[in-house]
């Protein structure tokens, strides 16, 4: 088995062969919890990130086809584990409560179902927008400047301060054609 490339490996674990998923478990593992501990810092959160990808890499083997190299697949399923747990992790609530202290007018109640429903609005628009808009969002208002948002999402400065304008432009203009109030 430790002589079988990546991609002959994967197509044993594609035909059921437990082997070769250990195999490429095996040496995919580590390099994989290096560089999301570099994203996230957290070992016991990496390492159920990294396990979620082989998991998942196991219960879909018979429906992923490789459009290149093992490894370019691999990192790129690692990246969006990645960008799920960013979107959903205690930045953003952490950014919430921050918004908080704004409910001093009104009733409480109504400010909190307003800002939600505002934030599901932002949410689903992002969806519409590109699976790279919502990261890029969510990383910039936990505080994040853009050479670190580029790092974390190994993408160039000058790509992201496209994509924010763009993503603010896109927003703008649909927040405007909704007439919210």
Do not use: C
Not at 14 to 38: G, I, K, V, W
């Amino acid at each position: 088995m430790h002589i079988l490339t990546d991609e002959e490996l994967y197509h044993f674990v594609r035909n059921d062969d437990r082997r070769a998923y250990t195999e490429l478990y095996n040496r995919f593992r580590a390099p994989l919890l290096d560089y999301t501990l570099r994203k996230i810092n957290k070992l016991d959160i990496a390492e159920d990130i990294v396990q979620d990808v082989f998991v998942k890499l196991w219960i879909n083997r018979g429906h992923i086809d490789l459009e290149g190299h093992f490894v370019g697949y691999i990192y790129r399923t690692l990246r969006n584990a990645i960008f799920d747990y960013l979107s959903h992790s205690e930045h953003v609530q952490r950014y919430l409560n921050t918004v908080e202290p704004l409910t001093d007018y009104g009733d409480p109640t109504d400010f909190k179902v307003r800002e939600e429903s505002f934030w599901n609005i932002i949410r689903q628009l992002l969806n519409q927008y590109s699976p790279n808009a919502q990261p890029i969002v969510l990383l910039r208002m936990q505080g994040y400047k853009n050479p670190e948002i580029a790092r974390m999402l190994n993408l160039s400065e000058k790509t992201i301060r496209n994509q924010q304008s763009a993503i603010i432009k896109y927003l703008k203009l649909k927040l405007a054609n909704l007439n919210l109030k």
